[in-house]
């Protein structure tokens, strides 16, 4: 029977492929256990979300209540508050009881509700059809945001909630929802929340002066796996699945992988999977590249639309950014070397590569390809 494979990406990862963030875990787990209002931010790909699920795995056992919520699920914020109102909801195990008392606690805007069928997934559902207009939305907005604090309370025990995504909650009211969520946590001492964002520029402006989430908690940034853990936990792996890896696989996995989690777990499990097809016993540094070749042959056809899309000002941009490992893009001599332009329309470039999350900024000013398999087709196949 083939073993099964013992790297994970594409999903949170369980408990077995988690690695290099104890120290990150158990930070989270005590803060939000005393209450804490917690912001996360971290770039795509560094395993933000199951390092949440870890730490919500930690506080079940410690009898807490958690809920994971994506805010970016949503396209307005009325079906937001809906089903962030069902997903609480969901908690109240007693669907009956749940019934009447969410009929008495709405009073602004009342809640139809409706019992699932069993086929459904059973417990209920909630809507608010009345609600039509900013004014309505908002006085429904202060019921529900009120919401965790008072079902923390009927069940008698804490409850934590994690908001991923958090960014997107910009996009359904301006400041307006930022206010209303604020004043409803900063009253919920019972309730710990971990605000997530995977755009960390929008998250470092939410969390800036004149923003309502100004010193609203501590702030947590999420920086890489330590790149010897991380290769030490891929040699491991491999070597508990079977396969004896040459003394430098991991390293090189990690490297050519930018030491991004999701990046350096699907380059392993591609690896792995590729070896147990040729029945090796053995992984060296040929199977590797063997690997990678695969892997961007398998991308050519989309990652060249993806680079006829861009302007030829960040086609230039991104290839820059590639070839000088993102640094010095400003400078003259750079631009000289990879035909720029002028700062201004090398910043341009930049920030458009950013917003279609091509490029990320490292926290020490270095700018990095988000995709290390878009890093080396770029490399490879550009001009």
Do not use: C
């Not at 730490?55 to 937001?80: C, D, I, M, P």
């Not at 001492?189 to 964002?197: M, N």
């Not at 201004?344 to 950013?354: D, G, K, M, N």
């Amino acid at each position: 029977m083939t073993p099964e494979n013992p790297f994970v990406y594409g999903e949170i990862v369980p408990a077995s492929a988690f690695v290099g963030r104890n120290v990150e875990r158990a930070r989270l787990m005590a803060d939000l256990a005393s209450g804490q209002k917690i912001f996360l931010i971290s770039p795509r790909r560094y395993g933000k979300s199951s390092l949440i699920r870890q730490a919500f795995t930690g506080l079940a056992r410690q009898k807490v209540v958690t809920l994971e919520f994506t805010v970016a699920s949503f396209s307005s914020y009325v079906a937001f508050l809906e089903g962030y109102a069902r997903a609480l909801i969901g908690l109240e195990t007693r669907a009956a009881q749940a019934r009447s008392w969410l009929q008495d606690l709405f009073v602004a805007v009342k809640p139809e509700i409706r019992a699932q069928s069993s086929a459904a997934g059973g417990g209920l559902t909630v809507a608010f059809p009345a609600v039509r207009t900013a004014r309505d939305a908002a006085r429904l907005a202060e019921e529900v945001f009120a919401l965790p604090a008072r079902i923390a309370d009927r069940l008698g025990r804490r409850l934590v909630i994690a908001l991923d995504e958090f960014q997107a909650i910009t996009s359904f009211d301006d400041s307006a929802v930022e206010q209303a969520l604020r004043a409803a946590v900063q009253q919920q001492r019972q309730v710990g929340y971990v605000f997530a964002g995977s755009e960390p520029s929008l998250m470092e402006q939410m969390i800036g002066p004149k923003r309502p989430f100004f010193k609203a908690g501590p702030v947590m940034r999420l920086q890489k796996i330590p790149g010897p853990v991380f290769a030490a936990f891929v040699d491991e792996r491999f070597r508990k699945s079977g396969l004896q890896p040459a003394s430098d696989l991991g390293a090189a996995i990690v490297d050519l992988a930018g030491n991004l989690p999701y990046d350096v777990q699907r380059l392993a499990h591609e690896t792995w999977d590729d070896a147990v097809a040729e029945r090796r016993k053995r992984v060296n540094l040929e199977d590797l590249h063997e690997t990678m070749h695969r892997l961007l042959a398998e991308q050519d056809t989309l990652f060249e639309a993806l680079w006829q899309k861009q302007t030829l000002g960040q086609r230039g941009v991104l290839r820059a950014v590639v070839l000088e490992h993102g640094m010095s893009l400003l400078a003259a001599e750079t631009r000289e070397r990879h035909r720029l332009g002028g700062p201004s329309s090398v910043q341009a470039a930049l920030l458009a590569l950013q917003r279609e999350d091509l490029v990320a900024r490292e926290d020490d000013g270095r700018y990095l390809v988000v995709d290390s398999l878009l890093r080396e087709w770029v490399a490879r196949k550009t001009h």
